[in-house]
C-alpha cells in the first residue's frame, strides 16, 4: 500500500516510479490517498485499487504567515493518531505486507514493514527547529526504514534538509524520484513559459492569478497548468486543470522556462529533466523557502518571491 500525503501533488507525483517498480517486480499495488493526490494517481494508474484516507485540509493565509502555518502543523500531529486507527483497520481487511508512506507520519503499523519516504529529516522552522527536529525523530522511529529521495553525497537537492547530520534511524538515500524521465530527443521551442500550478489554497490561486495576469499583460506564449486533477471545468487553450505525464513533459520541453513552486518534487523533477526554471516559494512555507534560497547560491534556479514576480523580465534575462 503506497500512501502519499495531500499537500499539493507533488508527493503523489513522486510516487509514481515507485508504484511503477512495484508493479514490475510483480507485487500487488493500493493506493491510500485522498482529493487531488487521490485524482491524480487514478489517473496515473487506472487499473489499481483505491482506497480514500481522509487528508489533512492544510491551509495557508493570503499574507502567507508563518505563524499560521506552524498552527496548522500542530494540528497534522493531532491527526497522526487517527491515522492509526484508520491504517489498522485497513491493514486487516486488505491483507497488505508492506505500507510505503510518504510523509503520513500516521501510516504505519507494528503488524507489518512500514517504510517512510522522506526529505525533511531537519524541518526548517520559523523558530525552535531542534525542538521540531527531536519531535520528527521520534515519529520517524515508528518505522522500520526512511528512504530518502536524494544523493547521499554533496551533489545533492535537499541540502540541510537530509543532510543536516546524520540520522540514526535505519534509512537509505534512494536517489531522486520522478514521474518524468530524461530522453535525447530535441524539441523546438514553442512557448516562452510553461506554468505549473500547485500547492494549498489560497496561496494555489493567487500565484495562478499572478501568472496569468502577467501572461495577458505581456502576450507570452504559456501553458499553464493548474493543479487541479479533480476539476472538470475547461478553462481556455493552454490552460488545464491537469495533464498526463507524457502531455505535461512534451510541453515543459517545448518552453524556454518552467515556472512552478519551489517544492521538493518540482526540483526533483526539474533536476531529471535538465530544464531551467523560475522558482516561486509559497510565502511562509519555510521548506519551499529555504530549497529556493539554497539552490539560488548553487546557481541551479532563478528565484522570485511571489510579491515581485516578473515574468517577462526573467525572460528577457535568459
Not at 11 to 40: S, W
Request: glycine residues 6%; charged residues 20%; hydrophobic residues 40%.
Amino acid at each position: 500500500m503506497v500512501c502519499p500525503l495531500d499537500w499539493g501533488l507533488g508527493h503523489a507525483t513522486r510516487c509514481v516510479p515507485l508504484i511503477k517498480q512495484f508493479l514490475l517486480e510483480g507485487n500487488e499495488v493500493i493506493i491510500g490517498a485522498d482529493k487531488n493526490p487521490l485524482a491524480f494517481l487514478k489517473q496515473e494508474f487506472p487499473q489499481l485499487q483505491t482506497i480514500t484516507l481522509p487528508g489533512y485540509n492544510i491551509e495557508y493565509d493570503e499574507k502567507g504567515s508563518a505563524l499560521k502555518l506552524l498552527i496548522e502543523s500542530a494540528k497534522f500531529y493531532s491527526f497522526i493518531k487517527k491515522e492509526k486507527k484508520i491504517i489498522d483497520q485497513i491493514i486487516q481487511d486488505h491483507q497488505i505486507d508492506l505500507i510505503v508512506s510518504d510523509n503520513r507520519y500516521g501510516i504505519y503499523s507494528n503488524k507489518v514493514e512500514s517504510i517512510l519516504i522522506t526529505h525533511q529529516l531537519f524541518v526548517k522552522t520559523p523558530f525552535a527547529d531542534s525542538l521540531a527536529h527531536k519531535k520528527i525523530a521520534n515519529l520517524v522511529a515508528n518505522f522500520n526504514e526512511v528512504w530518502i529521495p536524494d544523493n547521499a553525497g554533496e551533489n545533492n537537492l535537499s541540502g540541510d534538509l537530509a543532510h543536516f547530520k546524520k540520522t540514526k534511524q535505519p534509512h537509505k538515500f534512494i536517489g531522486p524520484l520522478s514521474r518524468f524521465e530524461k530522453n535525447n530527443d530535441t524539441f523546438e521551442l514553442e512557448f516562452d513559459i510553461c506554468a505549473i500550478i500547485s500547492g494549498p489554497e489560497p496561496q494555489r490561486t493567487i500565484f495562478e492569478e499572478l501568472v496569468l495576469k502577467q501572461v495577458e499583460q505581456h502576450n507570452l506564449k504559456a501553458v499553464v497548468v493548474r493543479g487541479l486533477p479533480n476539476d472538470t471545468a475547461e478553462k481556455g487553450n493552454f490552460i488545464f486543470n491537469h495533464l498526463p505525464t507524457s502531455q505535461l513533459q512534451n510541453y515543459i520541453q517545448k518552453s524556454k522556462l518552467v515556472v512552478c513552486r519551489s517544492g521538493y518534487s518540482s526540483i526533483m523533477d526539474l533536476a531529471v529533466l535538465g530544464e531551467r526554471a523560475l522558482l516561486v516559494p509559497t510565502p511562509g512555507q519555510t521548506e519551499q523557502e529555504y530549497l529556493a534560497e539554497y539552490h539560488k547560491k548553487n546557481n541551479q534556479f532563478i528565484v522570485q518571491q511571489q510579491y515581485e514576480l516578473n515574468l517577462i523580465q526573467v525572460l528577457q534575462n535568459l
